[in-house]
């Protein structure tokens, strides 16, 4: 059964699962009546309820409940399924309370009983109105999802900037200590790679990425004449260098996204026993990022060739490294450090 009935005004499609043409005419008899404006298509078949969902596309569904060879009940899980948005709004003469009530819990928006239709045109506009509602909502988180997509990929943005200006940076340190290039990079590499081993969080690994290759930045407020002296420093000349980690930390510290790296460069020339500077840190007082970034430094160090020595091989590094523990060096960390594969 195929019946379409037009209004001037489409404001509502009604897909309308009934199969008694008196109830069709008494149905929408009081739509009219109640001022709803609609265009109606009638079906009483499973295979074309399923075809008015998808080639109608109805903004509101009225069904019957039993029908002679499909039912209300399957009506609305089809609805389900198919992920129709519309309300569904059962009018029958044959359900009881309890089935109404359970076809409510399984997805119906409304019922009205056939004897009692005065209740249909209240019951339609409260379904469209809080249809309305629900899209609104959905429209607006949908553009919030937006937002906040476009946002994060901005973010994402600005910091892959702010990164490659970090890299910059860092190669600027390294041409103009001579002797390291490509040191900076090497460490944050090693640094990030062992510290994934040991548990570190993506978030974390990024911020101590940061601080390896930034580790030695405060060497930008040491003089040429102390930074590039080919010969050993005198007493006033190691005070200025030991000065880099303080001058690192107060050109870091007012940049709000570099301050949770800042352990590395302030802290990479503490010592397990307490000797090291600037704040003297000994054992565990040392930032666990900053234990781990030691090793890494001293490595790569010794395994490149620098204007003062040529290239370490690999087993005298791992006996210096080991001479460091419980000195220098964090014991546990050195242990942990020399087991890597990538070692090998």
């Not at 992920?83 to 119906?108: D, N, R, W, Y």
């Not at 990425?209 to 102390?226: F, Y």
């Not at 003297?280 to 930032?287: A, F, N, W």
Request: aromatic residues 8%.
């Amino acid at each position: 059964m195929h019946r379409s009935t037009e209004a001037t005004d489409k404001e509502l499609r009604i897909l309308m699962l009934e199969d008694l043409d008196t109830d069709v005419e008494l149905i929408q008899r009081e739509l009219q009546r109640g001022g709803i404006r609609f265009v109606a298509k009638v079906v009483d078949t499973e295979k074309d309820f399923y075809e008015g969902l998808h080639n109608f596309s109805p903004t509101l569904i009225l069904s019957d409940f039993s029908l002679p060879t499909f039912n209300g009940l399957s009506a609305l899980a089809i609805a389900i399924k198919e992920s129709v948005q519309s309300p569904f709004i059962f009018v029958s003469g044959t359900m009881g309370e309890e089935i109404a009530i359970e076809s409510l819990k399984k997805g119906a928006t409304d019922y009205v009983l056939k004897q009692r239709l005065s209740r249909l045109v209240p019951s339609v506009q409260r379904a469209m109105r809080e249809a309305e509602e629900r899209a609104e909502r959905q429209r607006s988180e949908e553009e919030n999802k937006k937002l906040h997509t476009d946002l994060e990929h901005s973010h994402a943005e600005l910091l892959h900037t702010y990164d490659t200006t970090l890299e910059g940076w860092s190669r600027f340190l390294d041409l103009r200590d001579k002797g390291t290039a490509g040191h900076s990079l090497r460490v944050k590499d090693l640094t990030i790679r062992f510290a994934r081993t040991l548990g570190f969080s993506e978030d974390e690994l990024l911020h101590i990425g940061r601080g390896a290759l930034l580790h030695d930045i405060g060497k930008m407020g040491i003089p040429d004449n102390v930074l590039l002296k080919p010969g050993p420093l005198d007493a006033e000349e190691q005070a200025i260098m030991h000065r880099h980690p303080v001058y690192a930390y107060e050109m870091l510290s007012p940049i709000a996204y570099l301050r949770p790296a800042l352990d590395i460069p302030y802290g990479h020339h503490e010592k397990w026993d307490g000797s090291g500077y600037p704040r003297g840190l000994k054992g565990e007082e040392i930032p666990l990022a900053v234990r781990i970034f030691s090793i890494v430094d001293i490595w790569d160090a010794l395994r490149s060739d620098r204007p003062y020595h040529t290239a370490w091989p690999k087993e005298k590094v791992c006996s210096y490294l080991h001479s460091l523990a419980g000195t220098h060096l964090d014991p546990t960390i050195v242990n942990a450090f020399l087991k890597m594969d990538f070692l090998m």
